[in-house]
């Protein structure tokens, strides 16, 4: 009876063992994939990036396919890491390529690493602002940090659901300092650039 059971135990062990074998490798390579395409987008390069985030999306969907059989790895450090950052990388891209946020839905991820890929978002959205203010686009800084300051504060909102996740409150304040830093250096674009405008005016009316 106990040999039996051990018999079967083993048997689960060794099958657990080689669907990680599978998994695994393909999680941290969309995890990769993932990084590459958010450095992509920062350099200009959307169409590059929306290929590497599919091609992310489809190891993930391999990997769930090997969870179905063994849930403990779809929940694995090593998986969620991968979902959470393929999130990101998706929503970044279409909040950059679209202007909108896709739902969990539509990424095919649970809302559980959705919302912890979107609390990441606003330091690579600093970013996309840093480069605006550095081409003198303030406008779209501004909107940029519009749009920081709605995924900060719509998450801070849901704190009783978000803050039950782990790394929650650790993300949250880091996006808080982020979103401070970017707001300071816009603020100061927005000055100077009105110091620019009153210092003309005043040559003006010297030379007048």
């Not at 060794?14 to 994939?33: H, S, V």
């Not at 599919?54 to 979902?83: C, K």
């Not at 039950?164 to 650790?170: I, V, W």
Request: include cysteine.
């Amino acid at each position: 009876m106990l040999q039996e059971i051990i018999s079967k135990v083993t048997e689960h062990l060794i099958a657990l063992d080689e669907a990680k074998d599978r998994g695994y490798p393909k999680a941290r390579k969309a995890r990769i994939l993932s990084k590459q395409s958010i450095l992509r987008l920062h350099k200009g390069e959307p169409e590059k990036a929306q290929r590497l985030i599919s091609e992310a999306a489809s190891l993930l969907n391999e990997v769930r396919g090997v969870g179905d059989a063994f849930p403990g790895i779809q929940s694995s450090e090593t998986v969620v890491a991968a979902l959470q950052e393929y999130a990101e990388a998706a929503i970044l891209h279409s909040l950059i390529t679209e202007k909108k946020y896709p739902s969990p839905e539509e990424l095919g991820v649970e809302a559980t690493d959705y919302v912890l890929g979107l609390a990441d978002v606003p330091g690579e959205l600093r970013r996309q602002a840093l480069d605006s203010l550095r081409e003198g686009d303030l406008e779209a800084a501004e909107g940029i940090l519009e749009t920081m300051e709605e995924i900060y504060l719509c998450l801070v909102e849901a704190e009783e659901a978000s803050m039950m996740l782990k790394g929650m409150r650790r993300k949250l304040d880091i996006a808080r300092g982020v979103i401070e830093r970017t707001r300071a250096e816009v603020t100061a674009e927005i000055g100077r650039r009105r110091l620019s405008r009153e210092l003309g005016s005043f040559r003006k009316r010297r030379e007048a």
